[in-house]
């Protein structure tokens, strides 16, 4: 499931890219997420913040965070990996719900590296939520990125936080781990293997063509032709449509893809089903504290005919807050079955 790119250098740009391969629709909107707010971990609520910085997030059934930008230029992607196990949970770590574990990044941090170096200091553990309607229990890795073109990766194996932090590391995808997925890298030829570029939909092989696209990209003239770049990279990963395997969600369908420029703060996405892209500029957004949390509505705004296109920073409507899934939300639907 999913496949993310960076493009560090992009004329003068960082732009990354990322596909949301999935067997089922996720009822995915896009959020304006103001300064402000106040939220809880959605585990044991003894972790509460309040947002520093406004973000534009996209969401599974309006209860994830699964993507996303903040103001600052920092961005992040959750992606399927098999192998996570999180471990038990502890009362000496203080802990993140799924839901929550990016838009926590988002809220409060500038860069990877101060993301990077809360994570390692506080040893935070994430714990996963059963779907309260199907009862599937996500299985995920996250990426972050920004506008330096810095980059890390966060998996746990074993119950145990692995973090993987260096601008070099470009692409992800799902299993194997991040490890071993750069050993196999080396088997390829173009890295010094004997392996021809491979071309099937597992991960690895995205990983591959990923890696190997987006370094030979030609600069960009323009942010257009910077972004159209990426899309083709992002696009070259993509899943064929309809032909999902419940069994592994890891080679599903790709449903929609995000392209977003993280230094001139624009976020694009485009949906498998519908041919309109649309993006959010940023700097058109007020994310200013008691601004009000806005939704758009994607699944009745992109409409073949009549739709939502182009820039659509000004098309979000106020809502009610967004609702985490949280822990106790989980439980409760488990005990009503």
Known sequence: ?????????????????????????????????????????????????????????????????????????????????????????????????????????????????????WARAADVQVVPLADPVSGEVPAIHLALDDATGDSAIFEYVDGRMQIHHDRAYRVMTNSPTYDRQLELLREIDAWGGDRPLPGTTAAPDRFARATYYVERLPQPQTQIEAIASMFSVIRNTAQPYRLPDPGRPDVSQTIWQVVADLTRRRYVFESATRPNIVWVDLDDVDFAEGSGQRLLDLGSGLAIEGGLAGNVSAAFAPSDALQFLTLSTVEAATRGR
């Open 1 to 117: 499931m999913c496949t993310r790119v960076v493009w560090p250098d992009a004329g003068g740009s960082v732009i990354v890219a990322r596909s949301m391969d999935y067997h089922r629709d996720l009822a995915t909107n896009l959020w304006i997420l103001p300064r402000g707010i106040r939220r809880t971990d959605g585990v044991r609520d003894t972790m509460a913040w309040t947002a520093r910085h406004g973000s534009v997030v996209a969401t599974a059934f309006d209860m994830i965070t699964v993507d996303g930008i903040n103001e600052a230029g920092l961005a992040g992607h959750v992606l399927w990996l098999a192998e996570s196990t999180y471990g038990e949970l502890e009362t000496s770590r203080p802990a993140l719900s799924q839901a929550v574990w990016l838009q926590y990044f988002l809220d409060l941090f500038s860069t990877v590296a101060e993301a990077v170096a």
